[in-house]
């Protein structure tokens, strides 16, 4: 007969824990392209203040696209600041693994991740990226023993 496998830990959603979950989890383009919409705005209102059409719709384009260029450039002291501002910053989450899904519990955030509704299943450096059919959810290995590492390999291979 089969073990059930079930795993129950806790961890604090500090600013190194939401550093490593953006670094694991998101790709990080620097190219012209990212930057395409910012030279867009900015290119529509320079044209638009040549034109005299309307001196403040141009301002407010170029500052948008300045805007988004230090959106693209500071993207992730960005997302960390909102974080840490959030109401989940700072606060303990129970995390568990068994053999019906990943369950994390805090004060103001509860959530589960089913195994089958999981498409497939990514081992980084440092976690596990969960893809989903619309979301990606991240599991930093530091959180788990060498069972559930193994336990989540295995669910990795099915």
Request: overall charge positive.
């Given at each position: ?95 568990t693994v068994d053999e019906t899904g990943i369950t994390h519990d805090s ?52």
């Amino acid at each position: 007969m089969k073990s059930q496998h079930s795993y129950t830990t806790q961890y604090t959603l500090d600013k190194s824990h939401f550093s490593e979950c953006f670094d694991e989890s998101v790709v990080i383009d620097n190219s012209i392209r990212a930057y395409r919409k910012a030279i867009i705005f900015s290119f529509i209102g320079i044209l638009l203040l040549l034109t005299n059409i309307n001196a403040y719709a141009s301002w407010f384009l170029i500052a948008l696209g300045v805007l988004e260029a230090l959106n693209i450039y500071y993207k992730k002291p960005w997302w960390l600041m909102r974080q840490m501002v959030s109401k989940a910053a700072n606060n303990e989450v129970t995390l568990t693994v068994d053999e019906t899904g990943i369950t994390h519990d805090s004060f103001y955030v509860n959530g589960t991740v089913l195994w089958q509704d999981i498409a497939t299943i990514t081992e980084t450096k440092q976690g596990f990226l969960l893809k989903q059919a619309k979301t990606v959810s991240y599991i930093s290995k530091r959180s788990l023993d060498e069972a559930t590492l193994g336990f989540v390999r295995q669910k990795m291979q099915s």
